[in-house]
C-alpha cells in the first residue's frame, strides 16, 4: 500500500512539472519573442507606408489610412543580374535616390523613366520610357540592378527604406482621370515583394505630381 501510494504521488509531481506554465513560458521563449518581433515590424512598415501616402494622396475623407491598403500575396522577384552602374547616366539622378540607413544600397525610381534636358539654362527632368522601372544601386561595388518593371499605366512617387532592410514604395495606377494608390515592400535580402493596393480611387494627376516634385517645384496635389 505504501509502494502504491508513493508512486501515486512521484506521477503526480511530474505532472504538475510538465504543466506549470512558467516551465512552458520558459522552454519557448522564441515563439513569444518571434510574433513581438513580427509585430513591431509591421507596425514599422504600415507607419512607413502611411508617412509616404498621406502627403500625396488626398481622399474626399481628408485622409488616407495605410491600414486600408489591402495587402497582397508575397512573390519572389526575378533573379535579374546586376549590371556595373554608369555614372554618366544616374549623375542627373543621384539627388533623387533613396539611401538605405547605412547608405550602401539605394533606390533608383526615376533614371529609367525620365531624360535630363536643358530648357533656359536649367536641368530639367522629363518623361521619356513610358514604362516604370525600379533598380537597386549597390553603391559599395558600382553595380545597379532591376527590382521591378512595370507598364506605363503605374507611376511610382517616392519610397523609404524601414529600419528593417526593407524598401516600401508608394505610387499609383492610373485609370483615366483617376488614379488608385499601389504599394510595394521589397525585401531585398530574401529577394521578395509584397504588393499593397489601396480599394479606392481618387481624382488626381499623380504624373503631373510627380514630375514637378522631382524638379522641386512647390506644388499640392493635382487634381482634375
Known sequence: MKKSLYILLLILSVSCQNTDPEKKAEETPGSTQGAESAGEELNTETHTLHELASPIFKPDSGALSAAEFEVGEIASLDQVQG???DEKKIAPFRHLLVYNRDSTLAADLFSYSYISVEKGGKTV???GEPDTE???VDLKNKTRRRLLFTGPSFIVAD???TENGK?????GEQLQKEIKP???KIDVRKNEMESLNYPDTLSMDLASYVEQKINGVPRSGQRF
Open 134 to 136: 525600379i533598380a537597386l
Open 159 to 161: 519610397a523609404r527604406w
Open 182 to 184: 499601389v504599394a510595394w
Open 83 to 85: 549590371t556595373p552602374l
Open 167 to 171: 524598401l516600401i514604395i508608394i505610387g
Open 125 to 127: 527632368l522629363t518623361p
